[in-house]
């Protein structure tokens, strides 16, 4: 293995389908209109000296080192600002080219602190590079510049350094950070030979409006911005492109290695998601690995009052499935089940649910995408027939209108945020729904063009109204309906819709968004050319997530935006594999690939294959397992990657129901808060230990691949594998890829999919079979996977979480940038400078109202419990609204959180609870309580000391 | 706050109801019956049904009583239960994925 270097064109893309030929250096080339010389080149293999150019960027042209000449055009224009043009013959090396650019070169060198031997960025800068590149021998200028005093490193940022005495000031890191990240926290102050980076106001960048996603670490050419961790190790001698394990965005990554060390996460220019960009999570937050609250080995005990036992692998193994046997064998087979993890990959998700049908013989399999795009699944396979996305990213650029509704992606999917962003910037609409203000509504270069801040809880009302102003002003594509749909529903539909008490000026008093406001967008949404709609938790984690998934399925297929590129119904996923986890039968109800377990033909594949009957009945959902263990009769449960105590809602009900169970097995790699509730514990591996495949929320299915030994010994599908084989149910795996082969057979839309596939394509899109055999960016293309689209109609019903005089705000959730979901791996990296704790929003008119001012200790009281933390107080929100997240377990936001769930799924509605804020001064008696019995429950014989509660 | 768990069960089968109450070409009690088929593992299923034979279906409310009404008659014989549901939320082409 060797580091891969991937190929720096100098400058984008052209994205002209129109071909150009010129001559360089004598050699005739093609490449389409719009490209640079430079690029041009490139691609022919002949690299010109640069060094503001890259191809992440535009060009700039400020180096003057690319200089070329042009036959029949005065001087020497840089390359990487010209064009190319037809019948252009273009010479890169002469000796006029090479006097000008050692000339500059010089220049550069003498300003340049010369201790290369020292230098972190050794045999990886590009200032080094092009020194040599251009023949610089000696410098006439002396090498004692005005630059060399020492002019301080700003070590602020965690994870990088700034170290101005180093910098070329070629600008590529402001342009990164304007260009690729959407930021603008960084200027060039400063004239001449004091001209300097500056985050925001001469701030330190810890303090800057930076967010810390690193493009222009990875911008810079020399080691003016340089990893931390590079500095400390050194410069990385091989590399292996992977998964980030954080969000669905789906970066693709080369972990750079020295040994069995990871160096740095590289964002990958070829990874289709990102395309040569990351946020602070993927990028840097991966030292959970190595934390020291890691458990590496496995532990049993008899009672969860008891402390931790570690043993070897066989007797936790024999341990979990005698006590698993004995439970079924007293309680009946139905007593156990398990739930699988959107943190896992396919591999392993699959075999947690073929653990849970054919070894358990029951269907009791859930999966944490219950509690977050379980709607998707139900509205959007109701409506056009598939259980996913229409999109890949790439579409957003082909996009004029964007309407973001309950999802906060420059938060929940910076990557993804970054490209809308600069989509937006060159000219897309924005519609925002969201109660609070979200950084798009408002950013450097950004700002919505309607922001309908509705009250939580009524995204119904809202998008039946937009329907109402599309079909009652005439803003209905009715060929595309007529031809692509049901035309019997959609009438009905638009008869429904039309009824004046769905109107924008009847809804408003549910919304609270005026009407005429609301209008606007929807004209917008339904004439402004190409429009999209992306959405989130806000959206699904409703009493009407379900329907609300649908009324935006019927928006679209009402204004003909489905099925092309620049358009579609794009759900946002939550965890880095929460699509996959759902393509792969983690449902009670559904076998991989969507299918029902009661259809008897699905059901005689698998069981042929898996030599086992399946049951034809639905098996239990995540809150009905833990209503069944409360009443008796389920017992036994095998939670693989996935903190439900923390992540469910109705803390109170899981904490019943889980300390009801006679076993509970977490496999994790931290003590989580559920497994203060279990017998046995089981380490498990990150996905810097595993080979598999997670799947994004572009149904992208890419590689996980494995640079370092699993500290636990095993591979988390190897551990699945141990449990099946104890309990009498053979698995014999050698590798994942073979787990793939299986997956592959059995389901249709996975058909064509291989890990050699994989290897050779870098990322697959399934559907994935005979009829698309590259995969599928763009979904109902023709054709609905239904046929024809289905209209549904949408009735507000409004949630019965009501606030009132006892609880008169309304709380909703979310998550931020440095956090990750429970924040059981974020917690333990530098990311905590970022979010120490859980914080309530709260308006400042509500806050003044209860006497409470920033950062005051605050009681929030739901009908289900409470809890304390600090206020912020913020205009983002509307007045009656607070917000919070939910990624500290100290915090348990979930013990407020209710048990009402969505009609259809049960996905929780934790976008909506009605509450009361008050002053307080220290955490409540719960927070006390379960903090003694987290201290007792996480103890481990023979180990003095005790992994603190967090 | 928590429901009951046949509470829970109740208040679950009239949400549902409140969406297929609405769907005009639809008959509401059979659609809330086949959800119920889909997605509730048969101990719930029992659960209800008990509750019906027991409160004649206390808290349900119309298409909603109706439908338990319907999985009653399906399985007089407690041991026997439906395996397949009637209609299908994708249309009949449940396997198109
Ligand atoms: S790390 Fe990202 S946000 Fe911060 S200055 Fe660099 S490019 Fe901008
Ligand atoms: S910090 Fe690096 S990228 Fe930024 S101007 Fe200086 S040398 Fe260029
Ligand atoms: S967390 Fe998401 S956006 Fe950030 S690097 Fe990972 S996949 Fe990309
Ligand atoms: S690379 Fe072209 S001017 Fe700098």
Partial sequence: MSLIQETDYGTP?????EMVTLTIDGVEVSVPAGTSIMRAAMEMGTEIPKLCATDMLDSFGSCRLCLVEIEGKAGTPASCTTEVGPGMVVHTQTDRLKRLRKGVMELYISEHPLDCLTCSANGDCELQDQAGAVGL?????????????????????????????????????????EEVQGTFALTIAGRGFDSRVSASMEEAFMDSECVSCGACVQACPTATLNEKSVIDIGTPEHSVVTTCAYCGVGCAFKAEMRGEEVVRMLPYKDGKANRGHSCVKGRFAWGYASHKDRITKPMIREKVTDPWQECSWEEAIEFAANKFKGIQEKYGKGAVGGITSSRCTNEETYLVQKLVRAAFGNNNVDTCARVCHSPTGYGLKTTFGTSAGTQDFDSVEYTDVIMVIGANPTDGHPVFGSRMKKRLRDGAKLIVADPRKIDLVESPHVKADHHLQLTPGTNVALLTSMAHVVVTEGLVNESFVRERCDWDDFQEWASFVAEDRNSPENMEQYTGVPAETLRGAARLYATGGNAAIYYGLGVTEHSQGSTTVMAIANLAMATGNIGREGVGVNPLRGQNNVQGSCDMGSFPHELPGYRHVSNDQVRELFEELWGRPVDNEPGLRIPNMMDAAVEGTFKGLYVQGEDILQSDPDT??????LSSLECLIVQDLFLIETANYAHVFLPGSTFLEKNGTFTNAERRIQPVRKVIAPKNGYEDWEITQLLANALGYPM????PSEIMDEIAALTPTFEGVSFDKLDKEGSIQWPCNEMAPEGTPVMHVDEFVRGKGKFVITEYVPTDEKSGPRFPLLLTTGRILSQYNVGAQTRRTANSEWHEEDVLEIHPHDAEQRGIRDLDW??????????????????????????????HPKTQANVVTTD?????????????????VMPSNGPSEWQEEYDEFTRKSRRIAGTPEVIAAE | MSHSHVDRLVYMTNQIKDYFKYQRDADAAEEIADHLRLFWDPRMRRQIIEHLDKTGGEGLEGPALKAIELLRDEHKDPEYLPTTAKCDPSGGREDAN
């Avoid at chain 1, 893309?13 to 389908?17: D, G, L």
């Avoid at chain 1, 014999?732 to 590798?735: A, E, L, R």
């Fill in chain 1, 732 to 735: 014999n795996y050698s590798h």
């Fill in chain 1, 137 to 177: 021998r000696d410098v006439r200028y002396g090498y004692d510049g005005k630059k060399h005093p020492n002019s301080g490193v700003d070590e602020s940022n965690p994870y990088f350094t700034y170290e101005p005495a180093k910098c070329i000031v070629c600008s590529r890191c402001v342009r990164a950070c």
């Fill in chain 1, 900 to 916: 009402f769930s969505d009609w259809a799924t049960n996905c929780p509605e934790y976008k909506v609870t009605a509450v009361q």
């Fill in chain 1, 13 to 17: 893309r052209s994205k002209s389908e």
């Fill in chain 1, 858 to 887: 605050v009681k929030l009281q739901s009908r289900s419990g409470g809890t304390t933390l600090r206020a912020k107080i913020s205009e983002r929100m509307a007045p009656g609204v607070v917000y919070t997240t939910f990624h």
């Fill in chain 1, 652 to 657: 109170k009900h899981m904490v019943a129901g």
